[in-house]
């Protein structure tokens, strides 16, 4: 049993609850949403700064589809989704919501929602199919075209350089514990800033090293679907590395490109009041929040282990912390849950954190059967505002999955979306009150899309995708936050 099984997100529905809990199906003593987040009773209206910016977020993989055309190379997700029973479903990434062709209907989607931030990603493989060598043209191009389509729709163009798609061939050749991934992915990244650095003036390095660390080479049910703690902590370190290379590569073709990461955080909350388990919280947050925070804007590991960090398991040589040094310009955050911290005694493996955490139940679920408990994402923004003060903040990603489908109308009634929302806007809200210095919000996602090991067995959308047809309809969710969006007035 895994200690860190929290982060097991997208198994547990598989095991859990094989089909979508209806919201109406309430353990006895589980509050309502409703109750939680009525729309009259809880908040008190909150105005938003007027330069606050409203965004979406996707990911290569996850919409575009076209896997093997105008000269793509393969990816380990293509490799994990074509492997049998590595995926809910069978399902894969070729064709997902095809947005490689429709991305023109995609910008039009964000512009009818009145956002003016776009977050997606870049595939390596179609930049360089083996992850090496001259770029692909047609790979650069299709970037070309849809940031020009963002900028002409007046939507800034947040452009996230790895999401999880790395080329087969540099996983063949060891993947992320392999060194030498340090001077691909630098390549990798200066080929494309030179290509795009005109017209991007915002980058994301990463999308959420730790999980795809530790999900892709602890736990193995994520590409490259390895199980093997001491592989997983070297790529940690050598992700690290590489961050802070690809920081100076970016800064070297302008130094006026704002530059930062997409982490995932979740609010750490001791299980009881005890000594120990405080501890064991503080050290699920360094490891789970902050492992690739800190090297960058401190120059050392946070301290995750109860003896010492495992620096030589991590391979971290003399000299390795200057080249993770990184100041980044902004921070960004995906947050989606609470997780609760005990402490255990400390084994071999994963066990050697003495951390276990679990998921929180006492709110709400939704359809993936995560809790809704928007004060953790107040306290979470609260804590990296304190701990990082002067860096701004930005949410990458917030969002939730339900199943809800078009009526007889044709419209998509996703009243519960909404409330999800309104819960955690007042909490970010409330945090921008307190002094947190949050600049923009991106929902995850622009579009119902391919969700990992769970295939198209979640929803994250703010616009229903039939994938039989392909037809994208705005979902009532949307609507409200077009409004929103156009208004800054949360009410
Ligand atoms: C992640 C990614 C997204 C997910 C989203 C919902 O965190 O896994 O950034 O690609 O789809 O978080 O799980």
């Not at 509050?31 to 909150?46: D, I, N, T, V, Y």
Request: hydrophobic share 40%.
């Amino acid at each position: 049993m895994s200690r860190w099984n929290s982060f097991n997100r997208r198994e547990f529905l598989s095991t859990a609850f094989g089909a979508a809990a209806s919201f109406s199906i309430v353990p006895p003593g589980r509050r309502l949403l409703g109750e939680l987040l009525h729309p009259q009773s809880k908040f008190a209206p909150l105005q938003f700064p007027e330069e606050f910016i409203w965004g979406a977020a996707t990911a290569s993989y996850q919409i575009e589809g076209a896997w093997a055309e105008d000269g793509k190379g393969e990816s380990i997700w293509d490799r994990f989704s074509h492997t049998p029973g590595k995926v809910k479903g069978a399902a894969t990434g070729d064709v997902a919501c095809d947005s490689y062709h429709r991305y023109k209907e995609d910008v039009a989607l964000l512009k009818a929602l009145n956002l003016t931030s776009y977050r997606f990603s870049i595939s390596w493989p179609r930049i360089q199919a083996t992850g090496s060598g001259d770029p692909n043209s047609k790979g650069l191009d299709y970037y070309k075209r849809l940031a020009d389509a963002l900028l002409e729709a007046k939507i800034r163009p947040l452009c996230t350089l790895y999401h999880w798609d790395l080329p087969q061939k540099l996983e063949e050749r060891g993947g992320w514990p392999n060194r030498d991934l340090v001077a691909r992915f630098t390549d990798y990244v200066d080929i494309t800033v030179r290509a795009l650095g005109d017209r991007i003036s915002h980058w994301c390095i990463f999308n959420e090293p730790w999980v795809f660390t530790f999900l892709g080479y602890a736990r193995g049910i994520h590409a490259p679907s390895r199980k093997n703690f001491a592989e997983c902590m070297r790529a940690t370190h050598v992700v690290n590395i590489a961050q802070g290379q690809a920081f100076r590569a970016i800064k070297a073709i302008n130094s006026k490109l704002q530059v930062g990461t997409a982490f995932s955080m979740a609010h750490c909350q001791p299980a009881t009041s005890s000594d120990a388990d405080r501890q064991a919280a503080d050290r699920a947050h360094a490891l789970g929040n902050v492992w690739f925070v800190h090297p960058a804007l401190h120059g050392e590991y946070p301290k995750a282990f109860p003896g010492d960090n495992p620096l030589d398991l991590m391979g971290v040589k003399s000299g390795d912390m200057e080249l993770c040094r990184a100041p980044l310009d902004f921070l960004g955050i995906n947050y989606y849950r609470r997780q609760l911290v005990s402490a255990i005694p400390p084994g071999a493996g994963e066990d050697a954190t003495g951390v276990h955490n679990f998921d929180a139940h006492d709110g709400p679920l939704t359809d993936f059967a995560w809790e809704i408990w928007p004060d953790g994402f107040h306290d979470l923004l609260m804590r990296i505002a304190h701990e990082y003060k002067t860096t701004p903040l930005e949410i990458t990603e917030n969002g939730c999955s339900y199943l809800d489908c078009p009526d007889e109308h044709g419209s998509i009634p996703d009243e519960r979306r909404v409330q999800f929302m309104r819960g955690y806007l007042h909490g970010l809200g409330r945090a921008l009150l307190h002094g947190a210095n949050v600049r923009a919000y991106h929902h995850w996602s622009l579009l119902d899309n391919f969700e990992w090991a769970e295939g198209y067995a979640q929803r994250f959308g703010l616009t229903y995708v039939d994938f039989r047809t392909q037809k994208r309809t705005i979902k009532d969710s949307g609507h409200w936050y077009a409004k929103l969006a156009s208004t800054g007035s949360l009410t």
